[in-house]
């Protein structure tokens, strides 16, 4: 049985508590609102009032608090660094490459053993029980390892990605514009149909099989070239001058609509560059190659 503490009682702690405490191993809670802990305490859970009794009562000690600085704050909290040296963190705050290397820097020399990890899913669909449930993992590969039977309670599938520990955080917050794109076009297509008086299920019906054919073109095809960084001339996709030729009616239609077309001008000005780079025969992967800054 492993001593583990959970710091961060909100939603997510409380999953991770609850699956730890189901498992049988001796949980110790803390929240700066202590309201949050009497449920856990209730089911079993050892509620303490100071950072230092949780370093104290845990071997392996999971951060599931809103931020990285929450988290350096938690740690430089009177004896904490000390009494958790020769043992363990599990870091599953979100944040960015930038805040893992500040917080590696901020462990070195103490001891600490330090991992990071990333919950793909929401609250409610974590756990080992739970389909498509998914946890990566990066940093230190020893403590993966050390720890990889407890790791397998949180999902139904989890990885060591790296041993960078930023590897998990840059792959976890890449599928943020991923997710922003399909979630901003998908509600943008389905206010156009409602503001032309047309049915929005009729619609969900409709763009759903052109959503599923292409993420799946992008991620076979699309992530191949990107790869490679060669882009392919495919008769069987529309290429980048034919997604250009039909975009002004696409904003003619959205501006008749009184729909903001901003971000739509911008993705059909990167259509309109590719073609003047000589990239117009190409698949709209090819558009990844003018991502950067400018």
Same mark, same amino acid.
């Given at each position: 049985?492993?001593?583990?503490?959970?710091?961060?009682?909100?939603?997510?702690?409380?999953?991770?508590?609850?699956?730890?405490?189901?498992?049988?191993?001796?949980?110790?809670?803390?929240?700066?609102?202590?309201?949050?802990?009497?449920?856990?305490?209730?089911?079993?859970?050892?509620?303490?009032?100071?950072?230092?009794?949780?370093?104290?009562?845990?071997?392996i000690t999971l951060l599931s608090i809103p931020t990285y600085a929450g988290a350096k704050s938690?740690?430089?909290?009177?004896?904490?660094?000390?009494?958790?040296?020769?043992?363990?963190?599990?870091?599953?705050?979100?944040?960015?490459?930038?805040?893992v290397k500040d917080f590696e820097k901020f462990l070195e020399g103490t001891g600490i053993g330090y991992l990071e990890g990333r919950i793909k899913n929401?609250?409610?669909?974590?756990?080992?029980?739970?389909?498509?449930?998914?946890?990566?993992?990066?940093?230190?590969?020893?403590?993966?390892?050390?720890?990889?039977?407890?790791?397998? *309670? +949180?999902? !139904?599938?989890?990885?060591?990605?790296?041993?960078?520990?930023?590897? /998990? @955080? &840059?792959?976890? $917050?890449?599928?943020?514009?991923?997710?922003?794109?399909?979630?901003?076009?998908?509600?943008?297509?389905?206010?156009?149909?409602?503001?032309?008086?047309?049915?929005?299920?009729?619609?969900?019906?409709?763009?759903?099989?052109?959503?599923?054919?292409?993420?799946?073109?992008?991620?076979?095809?699309?992530?191949?070239?990107?790869?490679?960084?060669?882009?392919?001339?495919?008769?069987?996709?529309?290429?980048?001058?034919?997604?250009?030729?039909?975009?002004?009616?696409?904003?003619?239609?959205?501006?008749?609509?009184?729909?903001?077309?901003?971000?739509?001008?911008?993705?059909?000005? *990167? +259509?309109? !560059?590719?073609?003047?780079?000589?990239?117009?025969?190409?698949?709209? /992967? @090819? &558009?990844?190659? $003018?991502?950067?800054?400018?």
């Amino acid at each position: 049985m492993t001593r583990v503490a959970v710091v961060g009682s909100g939603n997510m702690g409380r999953v991770l508590t609850g699956i730890f405490l189901d498992a049988g191993h001796e949980v110790t809670v803390y929240d700066l609102d202590k309201s949050k802990t009497v449920a856990l305490a209730a089911r079993g859970a050892k509620a303490v009032d100071t950072p230092l009794e949780v370093a104290q009562n845990a071997d392996i000690t999971l951060l599931s608090i809103p931020t990285y600085a929450g988290a350096k704050s938690f740690l430089a909290s009177d004896g904490v660094l000390a009494a958790l040296k020769g043992k363990d963190i599990l870091q599953v705050t979100t944040g960015s490459p930038r805040d893992v290397k500040d917080f590696e820097k901020f462990l070195e020399g103490t001891g600490i053993g330090y991992l990071e990890g990333r919950i793909k899913n929401y609250p409610k669909d974590v756990g080992k029980d739970k389909p498509g449930s998914r946890v990566i993992y990066s940093g230190d590969e020893s403590l993966y390892e050390k720890h990889e039977r407890l790791l397998d *309670l +949180l999902s !139904e599938h989890y990885e060591f990605v790296g041993p960078k520990y930023e590897a /998990a @955080a &840059i792959l976890d $917050l890449a599928v943020f514009p991923s997710s922003y794109g399909l979630i901003w076009g998908l509600l943008l297509g389905g206010k156009l149909v409602k503001e032309y008086g047309y049915s929005v299920a009729q619609f969900g019906e409709m763009v759903s099989e052109t959503v599923i054919n292409t993420m799946r073109e992008t991620l076979e095809g699309g992530y191949e070239d990107l790869e490679r960084g060669e882009y392919r001339t495919d008769e069987g996709a529309a290429a980048i001058s034919t997604w250009e030729s039909g975009a002004g009616a696409v904003v003619d239609t959205l501006d008749d609509a009184n729909l903001g077309t901003d971000i739509f001008v911008a993705i059909n000005a *990167l +259509l309109r !560059e590719s073609i003047a780079l000589g990239r117009g025969d190409k698949t709209i /992967a @090819a &558009i990844a190659e $003018l991502l950067g800054k400018k």
